[in-house]
């Protein structure tokens, strides 16, 4: 484990994309009171990766609201038998023993049925790391209320005292009397939200993620790791209680006519011999078709590990039909523009390829990776993931034959195929009144 720790650090130092995105300066909510030269220069430090607790923050596994010059509440400094500094410097926050387990859970043990999803979790793991609220929310706490699932547990005191320490934090937070930088409480909120999915109250994960969501709006700037965690939990979430209405049945039927017209477009000759690639990007011998197409798909988790496996929620099924509305989605923009279409297709083609998507299919990874839009400038557009999340709520209320007919119609037309059953039937089933 120790050492799985100092991989993680090395990996944090590594020079990533999405890293490099995130390198700015944090920029503090507005109601924070600026702080003293001696707090600045902490701050300093922490960029650095020195463990640091910022001005005001408990560090939320042992509820210190007091701290020595060096970051450890003195009572701390004496009791290493139940709580220490990480010896490896790898954590911004004091650690438990029982976090070293937790952290252990979460990298090598959660799993989806399509398998790790590595590079999901580390980003993820990296980025929470940068503040004690965020790991706990995103990591520790989520882990340990998985854990308790696992082990059969409906109620577990240690489990609920981590989660309302937590979630007292994030209350500060937004009432300002902690500081905290917008993206770690954004993504905190989102840490929340998921919990709340899997484990607790749907209304209360659906009232965290409309805060993140605020949050991430109100400020300017390219799609985020917070921005990025959001939409991937609004996306696995379970459907809202409401029924689909009049404007949303409408929207489900525009997106499809465009993505028809759209297909008409690409069928040309004209079109085809400028983008020759588009002909057979979809297609069965496409490295993208496992990850858009229906039917059954294996596991790479081994049997012994399959207890660890989120069976709660379909997410395959789920980021298979998000995937399908945002490439759509893309498509439509970029409807005038060849160029375009063709640098869009080459390039997720070939992340998915780094990847190692061709080889082992995920769904949720190919999701992920779409939404981080390591694409040409041109191409990126932070509206496409949004407007997909709010796509798919509408698709999740739908009866089970409306949606995999939806999900069907997209796959025809970006195979630039006619589907079997067209627009009008899906229309005709939609618009049916309820008996």
């Known amino acids: 484990m120790r050492h799985h720790i100092q991989e993680k650090r090395k990996q944090t130092k590594a020079a990533t994309n999405l890293d490099q995105q995130d390198s700015r300066a944090g920029r503090y909510l507005p109601w924070r009171k600026k702080q003293n030269k001696e707090d600045e220069g902490q701050s300093a430090s922490y960029a650095s990766e020195a463990p640091y607790v910022s ?30 500094r990480d010896p490896f410097d790898s954590f911004p926050l004091i650690l438990e023993p029982d976090d070293y387990q937790l952290t252990d859970l979460w990298t090598s043990k959660l799993a989806y049925w399509s398998g790790q999803n590595n590079h999901m979790k580390n980003v993820v793991f990296r980025a929470a790391m940068g503040h004690p609220v965020a790991f706990q929310a ?33 209350s500060d937070a937004i009432g300002g009397s902690l500081r905290m930088d917008e993206d770690f409480l954004a ?50 979430s379970a459907p809202p209680d409401v029924v689909i209405d009049a404007d949303g049945k409408r929207w489900l039927i525009v997106f499809l006519r465009n993505a028809e017209w759209v297909m008409t477009e690409h069928s040309r000759d004209q079109f085809l011999a400028l983008v020759p690639q588009r002909r057979d990007a979809f297609q069965f011998e496409s490295p993208l078709y496992p990850l858009l197409a229906a039917g059954p798909h294996p596991t790479q988790v081994p049997l012994d590990h399959r207890i660890y496996v989120m069976q709660s929620t379909p997410t395959q099924d789920i980021c298979r039909t998000a995937a399908l509305i945002y490439i759509t989605t893309a498509l439509c923009d970029f409807r005038h523009s060849p160029s375009r279409t063709a640098r869009f297709i080459d390039q997720i083609i070939n992340h998915v390829k780094e990847r190692g998507l061709d080889r082992y299919p995920a769904c949720e990874s190919f999701c992920w990776l779409l939404m981080e839009e390591l694409y040409d400038p041109d191409l990126k557009d932070s509206k496409r993931a949004w407007s997909t999340v709010e796509l798919l709520k509408m698709h999740k209320v739908l009866s089970p034959s409306l949606q995999f007919h939806f999900s069907e119609l997209l796959m025809s037309f970006l195979m630039l195929n006619k589907p079997l059953r067209g627009i009008d039937a899906f229309e005709e089933e939609l618009l049916r009144p309820v008996p």
């Open 187 to 236: 993504m905190a909120l989102a840490g929340l939200s998921l919990q709340e999915q899997r484990f607790g109250q749907k209304k209360r994960a659906e009232q965290f993620a409309d805060n993140a969501a605020q949050i991430i709006q109100s400020r300017p700037g390219v799609s985020r790791i917070s921005e990025i965690l959001l939409h991937y939990i609004r996306l696995v």
């Open 55 to 84: 001005s005001g923050l408990k560090p939320v596994s042992t509820l210190v609201s007091h701290r020595s010059p060096d970051g450890l509440s003195p009572g701390l400094q004496d009791a290493l038998s139940s709580s220490r």
């Open 138 to 170: 995103v990591i520790l706490c989520y882990c340990a209320r998985w854990r308790s699932r696992l082990s059969g547990l409906s109620y577990d005191p240690a489990v609920e005292t981590r989660v309302e320490a937590v979630e007292q934090a994030v």
